[in-house]
């Protein structure tokens, strides 16, 4: 029902920005929540930021201050990314919930992922 596809990963010195874009096609209308997460090898996927239906929106602690999510419309959520630092190194991905999945009518969408490495 929601495809999500990421972009704009890379390789960057740190200290230094990305922008992180999730293009979201299908039932768009039909998310409930977005929200990026990443894994880096050896540890688990975590939770970077999520944004809600009514603006709300939840960081990991080591990413507050540095990390900025924001929905620009029902296809784009973007994240940017500054002060880049070598442990921020790992896959990105694009989430995707919609009003459904909270009544278990509808699966957790996940993007193909996009590689972050920070490195100089």
């Given at each position: ?19 992180l874009s999730c293009a979201a096609s299908g039932s768009i209308f039909s998310i ?89």
């Amino acid at each position: 029902q929601v495809h999500l596809v990421e972009s704009g990963g890379g390789l960057v010195q740190p200290g230094g920005s990305l922008r992180l874009s999730c293009a979201a096609s299908g039932s768009i209308f039909s998310i409930a929540s977005v929200g990026w997460y990443r894994q880096a090898p050896g540890k688990p996927r975590e939770s970077v930021a999520v944004f809600t239906t009514g603006g709300n929106t939840n960081y990991t602690d080591s990413v507050k201050g540095r990390f900025t999510i924001s929905r620009e419309d029902a296809r784009s959520t973007l994240l940017q990314i500054n002060s880049l630092k070598p442990e921020d190194t790992a896959v990105y991905y694009c989430n995707a919930r919609t009003f459904e999945y909270r009544l278990g009518y509808s699966p957790d969408y996940w993007g193909q992922g996009t590689q972050v490495t920070v490195s100089s």
